[in-house]
């Protein structure tokens, strides 16, 4: 799946569906920080791991995770896309967030945390033939997810003063 769904595809995908007019960020500038890691891999490598304490620390504190001191500040952070099948549900794609705003504050004025699920038919593939379409799918129900997460979790939480 992180062939099909890596951070290059979730910007196109963000992008597509405009990512600061469904945040309501008119005249944000994206800028990307560096992929999270996978699970796997901080297991194994103790410098990572203690890199990933230290961005979850900062996220925990409410602070920045950039140098940056710019007035309109706000971050996204993914925190899990994962797919699971369930014998009675079916397929589905989880995708969960951090959304952050700071405004000119150093310490985030609002957070909303949260995940949304929604349902695949065609993903995984089961042939060859199947694997654009189970792509299409994987991508769409990714923008879905991320759509639904700003509608019931981001603008419904309102901003502390």
Same mark, same amino acid.
């Given at each position: 799946?992180? @062939?099909?769904?890596?951070?290059?595809?979730?910007?196109?995908?963000?992008?597509?569906?405009?990512?600061?007019?469904?945040?309501?960020?008119?005249?944000?500038?994206?800028?990307?920080?560096?992929?999270?890691?996978?699970?796997?891999?901080?297991?194994?490598?103790?410098?990572?791991?203690?890199?990933?304490?230290?961005?979850?620390?900062?996220?925990?504190?409410?602070?920045?995770? *950039? @140098? *940056?001191?710019?007035?309109?500040?706000?971050?996204?952070?993914?925190?899990?896309?994962?797919?699971?099948?369930?014998?009675?549900?079916? *397929?589905?794609?989880?995708?969960?967030?951090?959304?952050?705003?700071?405004?000119?504050? &150093?310490?985030?004025?609002?957070?909303?945390?949260?995940?949304?699920?929604? &349902?695949?038919?065609?993903?995984? &593939?089961?042939?060859?033939?199947?694997?654009?379409?189970?792509? !299409?799918?994987?991508?769409?129900?990714?923008?879905?997810?991320?759509?639904?997460?700003?509608?019931?979790?981001?603008?419904? !939480?309102?901003?502390?003063?």
């Amino acid at each position: 799946m992180a @062939d099909y769904l890596g951070p290059e595809v979730q910007m196109e995908e963000l992008n597509k569906i405009g990512i600061t007019e469904t945040l309501k960020l008119k005249g944000y500038r994206i800028v990307l920080g560096e992929p999270t890691p996978f699970n796997e891999d901080v297991k194994k490598d103790p410098a990572l791991k203690a890199k990933v304490k230290a961005l979850n620390a900062r996220i925990k504190a409410k602070q920045r995770l *950039s @140098d *940056s001191k710019h007035a309109c500040y706000a971050e996204l952070i993914t925190t899990h896309i994962f797919y699971h099948k369930a014998m009675m549900y079916g *397929s589905n794609l989880f995708t969960g967030w951090i959304y952050r705003e700071f405004g000119d504050k &150093p310490l985030a004025t609002k957070t909303a945390t949260g995940q949304v699920k929604n &349902p695949l038919e065609k993903f995984p &593939p089961k042939a060859e033939a199947d694997v654009e379409i189970a792509k !299409v799918e994987l991508r769409d129900a990714y923008s879905k997810d991320f759509v639904e997460y700003v509608q019931k979790k981001v603008l419904g !939480v309102p901003a502390r003063k």
